[in-house]
């Protein structure tokens, strides 16, 4: 039976909680508000499907080269509300009207995060854009393995640690109608820090939160806004990472779950048929794309080439070098983020201290780091926030 002494070995992908045939695991929410792994020892019987599913048991894959492309969503609305190129919103697409169903990660009525399915179009809108919060996985798996085995299509879509638990899950066989899309993923922060955020959020404004954002396009794609939107449609827009709480601790190394500091799934080569992530200067891929976003796409398989080759007239797309593309947008590709050396006295000051002394104590701002804050969304409204951020990345300030 499966046992976690190290937490860095749990990427808390369900896996085991979905296979085992006596339903004795149940994940449990630790002190960081991550879950893991409880078995109950008087029902469990020994069977070892729990350690078998496990994706952290698996050897790591090897690095083949993928096929790499950049692309962009040829509407406007879709492109504006998904978080690099709307890939992801085509071939979801795609799935539906070929009587297929979609699995992604939507907040539900409580704004918890949770991996669901849709059979519609409508339904799959509220899977589009990234959220910075770790997915609860629930029963997705054996959902989908059940529309597998009745014959339908299935697009399902994850953290590179989702996709390996679903194959974990599924025997690592290859279904026919099974296509896995999986992000480039920098780490999940913890869902009680969101928790405690948007409860922030809602006392502040007095009124109940129904949607959030990691990453709008309020100011365009360079410069990434986290956005609330509250029961009576008011809305909160954060301005850039420098003044955003969520969005700095994340980018601090300081709220992830211990697993993605050690991530087992950060290989060029993925289970995934195909992985999707930001390309931020398609500009200078191609004169084609406009500078609304765009998305690095690698393919896998020749399964996830087939179904490029299906959709590809609803996008904009080149194909692209993988190394330069790599160099540029893809160090968390194959890297892991240092831990924080704050990160353990930061989840006890979590659960102790009100939010507005969390951010006074592990994210100080001095009066220069204000400044450019309130200046940036000038820059953005004068047109040249663009030309700011090529003259930080050139400096080497990023
Ligand atoms: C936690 C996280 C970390 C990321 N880190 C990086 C990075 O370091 N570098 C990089 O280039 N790109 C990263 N990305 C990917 C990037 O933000 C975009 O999601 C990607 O470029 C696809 O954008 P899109 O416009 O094509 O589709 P979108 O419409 O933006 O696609 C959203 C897809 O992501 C899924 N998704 C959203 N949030 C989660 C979640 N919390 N867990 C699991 N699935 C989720 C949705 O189900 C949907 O399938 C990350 C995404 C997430 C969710
Ligand atoms: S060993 Fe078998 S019965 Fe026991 S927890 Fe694991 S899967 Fe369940
Ligand atoms: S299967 Fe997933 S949730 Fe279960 S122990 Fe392994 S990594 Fe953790
Ligand atoms: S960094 Fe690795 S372990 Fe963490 S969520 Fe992403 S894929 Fe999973």
């Known amino acids: 039976m ?47 499907l729990c350690e078998r599913v496990c994706p952290i048991k698996q ?6 080269e993928p096929e790499s492309y950049v692309v962009q969503n040829k509407d406007t609305k879709v492109l504006r509300d998904s ?20 699995f992604g990660a939507a907040f539900d009525e409580n704004m918890t995060l949770r991996h669901i399915y849709s059979e519609t179009i409508e339904g799959c809108v509220r899977f589009r854009g990234s959220k910075y919060v770790q997915s609860l996985i629930g029963e997705s798996y054996a959902e989908a393995k059940r529309f ?45 820090l969101l928790a405690r955020y ?10 109940q939160i129904i949607d959030y954002r990691s990453r709008d396009k309020h100011y365009g794609y360079d410069y990434s806004t986290a956005t609330i939107t ?9 301005k850039g990472k420098e003044a955003d709480i969520m969005l700095r601790l994340y980018f601090k190394n300081i709220c992830s ?23 931020w200067d398609a500009f200078s891929v191609s004169s084609k794309f406009s500078r609304k976003g765009a998305t690095n796409v690698f393919i896998h398989t020749s399964h996830g080439k087939e179904i490029f080759e299906q959709i590809k007239n609803e996008f904009v797309w080149v194909p692209s070098e993988i190394n330069p593309i790599i160099k540029r947008d893809g160090i968390m590709i194959k890297h892991n983020v240092p831990v924080n050396p704050r990160r353990t006295e930061f989840f006890s000051d979590l659960n102790t ?29 004068l047109g040249v926030f663009a030309l700011y951020m090529k003259m930080k990345q050139m400096s080497g300030k990023n």
């Open 2 to 48: 499966i046992t976690i002494n190290d937490k860095t070995q749990c990427c808390g992908c369900w896996a085991c909680y979905n296979v085992c045939p006596k339903h004795c695991i149940t994940m449990e929410e630790d002190s960081e508000g991550f879950r893991y792994p409880k078995v109950d020892a008087d029902i469990c019987i020994d069977c070892g």
């Open 59 to 64: 050897p790591k894959q090897d690095d083949t």
């Open 83 to 102: 978080t690099s190129g709307g890939f992801f919103t085509v071939i979801a697409n795609w799935a539906v009207n070929n009587g297929g169903v979609v």
């Open 148 to 192: 597998l085995d009745d014959g339908r299509i299935v697009v399902f879509s994850g953290t590179p640690c989702q996709i390996a638990g679903l194959y974990g899950y599924l025997g690592n066989r290859k279904y026919e109608k099974l296509t896995t899309v999986d992000l480039v993923c920098h780490g999940t922060p913890s869902p009680r």
């Open 198 to 207: 948007l409860a922030y959020h809602a006392t502040l404004a007095g009124s």
């Open 230 to 238: 509250f029961a009576d449609k008011s809305k909160y827009y954060h």
């Open 257 to 279: 779950r211990p697993s993605c500091y050690h991530c087992h799934f950060k290989t060029l080569h993925r289970q995934s048929d195909i992985t999707i992530f930001d390309c």
């Open 353 to 381: 201290l009100p939010l507005e002394a969390v951010e006074r104590k592990y994210l100080p701002s001095p009066f220069v780091k204000r400044m450019l804050v309130a200046v940036k969304p000038v820059l953005y409204k």
